[in-house]
């Protein structure tokens, strides 16, 4: 079956020399060919004026509309419809300012034929066939006599519209529409005699996607009509949003023939659920003035608000919805409007329109009744009369104007033409056809489409509560961006991911739903939403907020309160020692520091001077210079310490031997025999060190193992192995003097020194064997620290035990200081 099969009239068409039969029903045998030109229904035209040439003319002079039972078993009752006409008032003053004009069409006049589409696709279609048709029912002088048709001014709706093209296709009609903004109605294989002076959606949806980005609304829902218009404009519209983090939370459907019962079912289990708990408060809505306006109706009974609505250019400057009872739930909503225009003599003559002029027109006697009452138009102010900014209107305005100029050019090329050629000759002039009207050229592209301009309109509160349009920017097709003022909403699936985290997209969930992420420590991000945190440099670290990268704190041991505390301690045992040492010094002609061997005791005082002053080296940050002289000072001073201890004990011990029957032991100890002893033990400690600094020198480093947000600058001991070396060389040393003054400890005398080396090594092992893993596990700077520590703690533990109880004695109990309490130690003062 034919698609003209399917309508529930049936015409016998006379147009040019053929005649077109259409069947209503399946059931019909055959096609009827009619030796009679008949009407089988009437469909009579809301407006109709005779004139040389015909513009027919189809708009949606009722946006409700009532179908009919279509079971194809009897004649249909025609669709009831609701609604009102300004457009068509548009067109018929148009059409009487050219035949006024002196300059336009000088010779001719034009007529028209207006009807009702109700904003449907089937009554759109009948409207097509009875343009094309006579006027009455029945037998008809009309049909066979019928004013040439030139041109159709139509359709509002893009459903509409092809219905409507198709049909006139045929017969190479041309059609300009004024509101149908379908992307597929580009398509000149399919409709190959359209035009329009509205832009094609392919311009708008680039539009909303622009806006959907610039506001970042990144969560949005669509909901289309169940037409051409809304699907193509859907469609286009997730192309646009590709590639750009905007991401659809929903789609949904208004049906074409809107029932009330099934909306509220659509909008209870789908639409309004979404609507209602959705995280999406922005809705982008491609749908036809009709279709909104039963739908938001219901909408309001479900008393929603604070969704942010983005109307196309189809319904956003309705003005059915401007009334008060709409604000709280539609204020806010902006979306792009056709270009606004001027028409000087508009207001003038919808203020014609009453029932005395047009006393048989039900149209005006129904606007007359749903507006006014029998009171005058200019008694109040409508939205019929709201002539300020025509939009649609101004279309219609401009599509007769282009119908007249490219006929007009035709006539001034050939005028005489018969009619066939002529309408042939339209399309063509239509192509090339420009002009200037109220300061906006007027033209159309190979492809039959116009200049794209947008106005951006916002609806506001106005004065009396109601809604009002208030243009808040340009869109401009031929140039890149718009500029807009506009209060925004936020509409995101997820909150944006600040400076100092990244986007972590949830899994099975779209790219606009993601969980924010603080970056890791040394990473950072410095924009919303990034997708990664970057690494900071070598020398770099991040901050608290993950947002830039700071230089990395650099650490060493430096005069802070560890190190001033170290440098305390240091100084005061240096301190110390010089005090033994002057003490010995000024009793060195006394019984005890005779008997002690005052030469050792004094390069024992001397090296532990030493030792304590070389804990200062540790602190400070590090140089090449004090890297070097920190180990080897520090090794080659407690390797001359232990040296002289060691002398020491070799000493007593042999002294103890040498009372014994035939001993001859310390003519093996004497004075140049210590001081060989000593500088012996120490110079294989200085060529340790100074093959340690020849091969791999200890040098400053930089440590950012251990604590990646610092730099740690410590000396790197250059060679692990001479480290080792020189504190094992030391252990050694102290290992075999804790021998030697463990065999001598009960040997007799009051002042028998062995014991006391025995507990100053014992303390001196007991430190170094702790220093070990302490220093091996201290983080950073600290090890410095433990190294110092361990300095000062055994230099404090020699210096204690070995000197300690001498000076107790010298200081304290002198009359101790004689020779007669030192009786065991005889041989030794006879020795020295």
């Given amino acids: 079956m034919?698609?003209?099969?399917?309508?529930?009239?049936?015409?016998?068409?006379?147009?040019?020399?053929?005649?077109?039969?259409?069947?209503?029903?399946?059931?019909?045998?055959?096609?009827?060919?009619?030796?009679?030109?008949?009407?089988?229904?009437?469909?009579?035209?809301?407006?109709?004026?005779?004139?040389?040439?015909?513009?027919?003319?189809?708009?949606p002079l009722h946006y409700n509309q009532e179908m009919p039972d279509l079971n194809s078993t009897y004649r249909p009752p025609p669709v009831k419809c609701n609604g009102a006409f300004r457009w068509a008032q548009t067109m018929r003053l148009a059409v009487e300012e050219i035949n006024q004009s002196p300059r336009l069409l000088p010779n001719y006049t034009l007529g028209y034929k207006i009807f009702d589409s109700c904003a449907y696709p089937l009554t759109g279609q009948r409207a097509a066939l009875a343009v094309l048709n006579g006027l009455s029912e029945g037998n008809s002088p009309m049909c066979s006599s019928v004013s040439p048709l030139l041109a159709v001014i139509g359709e509002s709706g893009s459903a509409q519209s092809i219905v409507v093209s198709r049909i006139l296709q045929p017969f190479r009609i041309p059609m300009i529409s004024y509101f149908s903004s379908c992307a597929c109605l580009t398509d000149r294989r399919k409709y190959p005699t359209f035009f329009r002076v509205i832009p094609n959606d392919d311009y708008q949806v680039k539009a909303i996607a622009q806006m959907l980005v610039r506001f970042n609304w990144t969560w949005v829902g669509l909901v289309r009509g169940d037409h051409e218009y809304g699907r193509f404009a859907v469609q286009g519209l997730m192309k646009?949003?590709?590639?750009?983090?905007?991401?659809?939370?929903?789609?949904?459907?208004?049906?074409?023939?809107?029932?009330?019962?099934?909306?509220?079912?659509?909008m209870q289990v789908d639409t309004l659920n979404y609507i209602l708990h959705s995280s999406a408060k922005v809705v982008v809505v491609f749908s036809a003035e009709g279709e909104m306006t039963p739908f938001l109706r219901d909408y309001m009974v479900q008393n929603i608000t604070g969704i942010q609505w983005v109307a196309s250019e189809a319904w956003v400057t309705a003005s059915v919805f401007t009334g008060n009872e709409y604000y709280p739930y539609l204020g806010g909503t902006i979306g792009f409007g056709i270009r606004k225009g001027h028409i000087s003599k508009l207001s003038d003559y919808l203020q014609t329109v009453n029932p005395k002029r047009y006393p048989d027109n039900l149209l005006v006697q129904e606007l007359w009744e749903a507006l006014y009452g029998q009171e005058s138009l200019l008694e109040q102010h409508s939205a019929y009369m709201n002539t300020s900014s025509p939009r649609v209107a101004y279309n219609v305005y401009k599509a007769v104007y282009a119908i007249a100029h490219s006929l007009h050019n035709l006539f001034l090329c050939q005028p005489d033409f018969s009619y066939y050629l002529l309408v042939l000759k339209l399309q063509y002039y239509l192509q090339e056809v420009t002009f200037?009207?109220?300061?906006?050229?007027?033209?159309?592209?190979?492809?039959?489409?116009?200049?794209?301009?947008?106005?951006?309109?916002?609806?506001?509160?106005?004065?009396?509560?109601?809604?009002?349009?208030?243009?808040?920017?340009?869109?401009?097709?031929?140039?890149?961006?718009?500029?807009?003022?506009?209060?925004?909403?936020?509409?995101?699936?997820?909150?944006?991911?600040?400076p100092g985290s990244r986007k972590a997209v949830r899994r099975g969930e779209p790219v606009c739903c993601f969980d924010c992420v603080p970056c890791d420590n040394g990473k950072i991000s410095n924009q919303t939403n990034s997708i990664e945190c970057t690494f900071c440099p070598e020398d770099f670290w991040s901050n608290k907020d993950r947002t830039a990268c700071i230089p990395k704190k650099v650490e060493y041991l430096t005069f802070d309160s560890l190190g001033i505390a170290l440098t305390v301690i240091s100084v005061l045992g240096a301190c110390l020692t010089l005090a033994v040492f002057a003490?010995?010094?000024?009793?060195?002609?006394?019984?005890?520091?005779?008997?002690?061997?005052?030469?050792?005791?004094?390069?024992?005082?001397?090296?532990?001077?030493?030792?304590?002053?070389?804990?200062?080296v540790f602190i400070g940050k590090p140089t090449s210079w004090s890297c070097m002289l920190r180990h080897t000072a520090f090794s080659i001073t407690f390797s001359l310490c232990i040296s002289c201890i060691l002398g020491k004990t070799l000493v007593v011990l042999a002294a103890f031997t040498a009372t014994r029957p035939g001993a001859n032991i310390m003519k093996w100890l004497g004075i140049k025999q210590q001081r060989g002893i000593i500088f012996s033990c120490t110079l294989v400690q200085l060529v340790i060190c100074a093959a340690w600094l020849i091969d791999a020198p200890p040098s400053p480093s930089r440590n950012t193992k251990y604590e990646r947000s610092k730099i740690i600058l410590e000396c790197s001991v250059g060679s692990s192995l001479a480290f080792w070396c020189v504190l094992g060389y030391i252990g050694l040393q102290a290992c075999l003097c804790f021998i030697l003054a463990f065999l001598a400890r009960k040997l007799p005398g009051n002042f028998n020194e062995a014991k006391f080396i025995t507990f100053s090594m014992l303390i001196f092992c007991a430190v170094w064997l702790a220093f070990i893993p302490a220093y091996i596990s201290a983080p950073g700077n600290y090890a410095d620290a433990v190294e110092s520590f361990a300095i000062l703690a055994s230099s404090f533990g020699l210096l204690f035990c070995l000197f300690a109880p001498k000076c107790y004695i010298i200081v304290l109990k002198p009359e101790k200081n004689t020779k007669q309490q030192i009786y065991s130690q005889s041989l030794l003062e006879t020795y020295y």
């Fill in 2 to 59: 034919t698609p003209l099969a399917l309508f529930p009239l049936l015409y016998s068409v006379s147009v040019f020399p053929l005649t077109y039969t259409v069947v209503s029903s399946i059931t019909t045998p055959a096609l009827l060919v009619a030796k009679v030109c008949t009407l089988q229904n009437s469909f009579q035209p809301s407006f109709v004026a005779d004139g040389d040439y015909v513009i027919g003319g189809i708009f």
């Fill in 240 to 266: 646009e949003l590709q590639g750009t983090k905007v991401c659809v939370a929903y789609q949904e459907m208004i049906p074409l023939l809107y029932n009330h019962q099934r909306a509220l079912e659509i």
């Fill in 436 to 498: 200037n009207i109220d300061g906006e050229e007027v033209d159309f592209d190979l492809k039959g489409d116009s200049i794209p301009y947008y106005d951006i309109i916002n609806w506001q509160r106005g004065t009396g509560g109601n809604i009002e349009f208030v243009n808040v920017g340009l869109f401009d097709g031929t140039k890149p961006g718009f500029k807009a003022c506009h209060t925004v909403p936020v509409s995101v699936c997820s909150a944006s991911c600040f």
């Fill in 583 to 616: 003490v010995f010094f000024y009793h060195r002609n006394t019984a005890i520091v005779r008997v002690n061997n005052s030469e050792l005791s004094f390069f024992i005082l001397f090296a532990l001077t030493l030792c304590f002053l070389c804990s200062l």
